[in-house]
């Protein structure tokens, strides 16, 4: 009924763009330039996002990390 308003969020509402990877003419993945510490060409906008922390589980003394969120069966 509402779908207009599951699209708006407030990101879309004040500005903010999800961060996206630059690309070439070809379409390819644009890389960094080394030599420019303050801008990231990688990026579209010259910032990479900042990396998300996973969570770290402990079994038996070892240390694990997950790539995907485990889920709980009901």
Do not use: C, H, Q
């Amino acid at each position: 009924m509402f779908k207009w308003l599951e699209n708006l969020s407030w990101a879309k509402i004040i500005g903010y763009d999800e961060p996206k990877r630059a690309r070439t003419k070809k379409g390819r993945y644009k890389a960094d330039d080394k030599s420019t510490k303050d801008i990231n060409e990688a990026w579209v906008g010259g910032k990479a996002p900042k990396k998300k922390k996973r969570k770290v589980y402990k079994i038996g003394g070892k240390r694990y990390t997950l790539k995907k969120r485990i889920n709980k069966r009901k």
